[in-house]
């Protein structure tokens, strides 16, 4: 009979507006300022750079300055200017910094082709996205200082991804471990010892032999 | 304005005592102006807020029936949103656009909101509030309801502009097809109370049978047909979705208030609802009794707070199916105004004369009376229904 699919109609709008007021599963609306929704794990925007500590982060930078990302980004918005000296990284050896690192967020396309085209794990992905400003050209010019963000923070929004970057570190400094102890064999046994005590180790596979032993 | 009957209890008098002690110690042609203007005022305050908080409570229903919260953020709960919307619009610029026609194009949203606001004159709101009380006031407020049409045309033609006129002339066609249904659906209430007075339909529908069924005119088979047939009318009036084709926004931009900014595109707004309420400020008087109470108990309620009560029912019935049905096209729109509610209208007046013919049979007659009434409503209807759709289906379209 003609009429009884504007019934229906009119009863599932009924529902829904009922459903709104007691079902949290119709009502998804977050109100934005005051609440905030969980971001899913995967969500990634932005990169940053990562160091390893975070009450130094100038020093920690895991950035040897290599500006393979440089190269590789499409739109051409990362602009690195190596170190004239080096600094001691994380494990002490001394590396090129980045003297100058600064991604232009207002061209950044967020490809994230420079994280995986970086052989240190030194840039990931982040999930801020609240990154208005009231300046638009030096406001969304991030310099290195604005990028750095401690190991600590990475862990903490992408934990599955890290766990992996952590374990292909660690097994980078295995092997370099390995590849010490089997240098330093023929010499004295407590100095293949040394090394192995140092919590934090060369940051990659290809890394040098140790400190103890290098110097 | 009658004066106020003894029966009433204070709240009932309220207003009418109210207005007599502003105006009381005036002398009588001023009296009878000041009294006039209060009402004007009163009845200009009482809808302008209605159609403001009634904007609110569209958005809130719409997003609740959608699932999201509406607007929440101005005042308390959004509570002021119709406040800052009013000072938006108020502060906007007013384009004209230099091929328009300037004068018409001014008037049109003048004309129209002076129409709708008349239609109020004559809607009995309680006991002793009918602004204006008419002989014929049914047959003032369709005309003054079907002289908005010449408004939307004039701001359609007016602007210059091919997708304006294009609306105007969907809307013509549409306001001019539905006037038919809405009026025939009124003629049989006028052919069973005998008057066109609002206040005499009202004062016909008193009464309860058995003391719990009110004497109204819904509560009988063509009353019940009437009152849908008024009310999907009603929509097409007032260009509310389903029918609401002049302005669609998906094929016309914004049909004939495309040219419109600013206060001028509120006005056409103000008038839209206006014209929704006075509709249903009629609906209620024809067919829901009016101001009267459902129930003797329920009397101690004051009249003005049932009409209330009843419209507000009828404004959310809107809001409802707005949020329901999609736009018709324009030939199922003409096609359900003529080949089915005209028909309808026809046949229920066919109905409402046997209805008050068979008035005095008792006993088993009764029951055959209310077969016979019942038969009339929705043999029609179904025998209609069925040539509604058929030969339309597949639908071939050719492209130019």
Redesign the interface.
């Known amino acids: ?3 009884t699919g ?1 019934l229906k ?2 009863a ?3 529902r ?2 009922l ?3 007691h079902d949290p599963r ?4 977050t ?1 934005y300022p005051e609440e905030r929704t969980v971001l899913p794990e995967a969500y990634r925007n932005f990169p940053f750079l990562v160091s390893e500590s975070a009450d130094d982060p100038m020093g920690t930078l895991r950035c040897v300055a290599c500006q393979i990302c440089e190269k590789e980004c499409p739109p051409q918005c990362i602009l690195i200017e190596k170190s004239a000296d080096k600094k001691p990284d994380a494990n002490g050896k001394m590396q090129i910094y980045p003297a100058v690192f600064a991604i232009d967020t207002s061209v950044c396309m967020s490809c994230q082709i420079c994280v995986e085209v970086c052989p240190f794990d030194a840039i990931k992905m982040d999930q801020v996205f609240e990154l208005a400003t009231t300046n638009r050209f030096g406001g969304l010019l991030l310099d290195r200082e604005a990028l750095a963000k401690p190991d600590s923070y990475f862990h903490r929004i992408h934990p599955t991804e890290a766990a992996e970057v952590e374990a292909r570190l660690a097994a980078g400094r295995k092997a370099a471990q390995d590849k010490a102890r089997a240098a330093a064999a023929p010499k004295a046994a407590p100095a293949a010892s040394a090394p192995s005590v140092q919590p934090p180790a060369a940051p990659v596979a290809e890394a040098p032999p140790p400190p103890g032993t290098a110097a | 304005m009658r004066p106020a009957t003894t029966y009433d209890p204070l709240l009932e008098r309220a207003p009418v005592v109210l207005r007599d002690w502003l105006t009381g110690g005036l002398p009588g042609p001023a009296r009878w102006l000041a009294d006039s203007l209060i009402t004007i005022a009163a009845l200009l305050a009482v809808f302008g807020l209605l159609f403001a908080f009634l904007t609110l409570a569209e958005r809130k229903i719409l997003g609740r029936i959608q699932n999201r919260p509406g607007p929440n953020r101005t005042g308390w709960g959004g509570l002021l949103q119709p406040f800052a919307d009013g000072i938006k619009m108020l502060t906007k610029e007013d384009i004209v656009p230099r091929a328009a026609d300037p004068v018409l194009h001014f008037l049109a949203p003048v004309a129209l909101i002076a129409f709708s606001i008349l239609t109020f004159a004559v809607i009995p709101y309680g006991r002793d509030l009918v602004p204006v009380e008419l002989d014929s006031s049914l047959l003032y407020f369709f005309a003054a309801g079907a002289a908005t049409e010449l408004a939307v045309f004039m701001a359609g033609w007016s602007s210059h502009n091919k997708f304006a006129l294009l609306a105007a002339m969907r809307a013509l066609a549409q306001l001019i097809s539905y006037e038919l249904p809405l009026l025939l659906s009124v003629v049989p209430v006028v052919l069973a109370t005998g008057t066109l007075s609002a206040t005499g339909v009202v004062a016909a529908q008193a009464g309860w049978k058995w003391d719990c069924l009110p004497r109204w005119v819904v509560f009988t088979p063509w009353g019940a047909a009437g009152f849908v047939i008024f009310m999907i009318s009603a929509l097409a009036e007032s260009n509310r979705s389903p029918f609401d084709l002049p302005e669609a926004e998906s094929e016309l931009v914004a049909g004939h208030l495309t040219e419109y900014s600013g206060f001028k595109y509120a006005l056409f707004f103000m008038a839209e609802y206006f014209g929704m309420c006075a509709l249903s400020g009629m609906a209620v008087t024809l067919f829901l009794g009016g101001w009267r109470a459902p129930l003797p108990a329920l009397e101690f309620i004051p009249s003005y707070a049932w009409f209330a009560l009843k419209l507000l029912a009828l404004l959310l019935g809107f809001i409802w199916i707005r949020a329901t049905l999609p736009r018709l096209r324009i030939d199922q729109l003409t096609r359900l105004a003529w080949k089915f509610l005209l028909p309808l209208a026809l046949v229920n007046l066919g109905t409402a004369a046997f209805w008050s013919l068979s008035a005095a049979w008792a006993g088993p007659f009764q029951l055959v009376r209310w077969a016979a009434a019942l038969g009339l409503v929705v043999g029609p209807f179904l025998l209609l229904s069925r040539g509604l759709a058929s030969g339309l289906a597949p639908r071939t379209y050719r492209y130019a």
């Open positions: 009979m003609i009429g504007l109609g009119l599932v709008t009924a829904n507006f459903g709104s007021f119709r009502f998804v609306t109100q």
